[in-house]
């Protein structure tokens, strides 16, 4: 069982105590990884998408059309760059599109 304050304490410092003391924070990494793929891509790329995976550093991207995987390798980094932004920490530094 957690360990109870004294004092109050806000509702997001609560969760962020709960996720590091249950060691949630790599499961939480590759859902909001996916969701930033989404927001990021918008929804005419997420519609060939057919799989994300998340795994250490390296985010991997599985598409249904090789010519949008070939368009997509040529801004590689650009892509990284703006999925760290909307994650808010450097999370991705590979992107492997298959």
């Not at 962020?16 to 891509?41: H, P, Q, S, Y």
């Not at 929804?43 to 598409?63: G, M, N, P, R």
């Given at each position: 069982?957690?360990k109870?304050?004294?004092?109050?304490?806000s509702?997001?410092?609560?969760?962020?105590?709960?996720i590091?003391?249950?060691?949630?924070?790599?499961?939480?990494?590759?859902?909001?990884?996916?969701?930033?793929?989404?927001?990021?891509?918008?929804?005419?790329?997420?519609?060939?998408?057919?799989?994300?995976?998340?795994?250490?550093?390296?985010?991997?991207?599985?598409?249904?059309?090789?010519?949008?995987?070939?368009?997509?390798?040529?801004?590689?980094?650009?892509?990284?760059?703006?999925?760290?932004?909307?994650?808010?920490?450097e999370?991705?530094?590979?992107?492997?599109?298959?």
């Amino acid at each position: 069982m957690a360990k109870r304050h004294a004092e109050n304490i806000s509702i997001g410092d609560a969760l962020k105590e709960f996720i590091g003391a249950n060691r949630l924070e790599k499961g939480l990494d590759k859902v909001n990884a996916k969701e930033a793929w989404d927001v990021v891509m918008g929804a005419a790329i997420s519609k060939y998408t057919t799989d994300i995976k998340l795994d250490c550093d390296t985010l991997y991207v599985q598409l249904s059309s090789s010519v949008l995987r070939e368009e997509l390798s040529y801004g590689k980094e650009k892509i990284i760059k703006l999925l760290n932004e909307e994650l808010g920490k450097e999370l991705i530094a590979k992107l492997i599109l298959r």
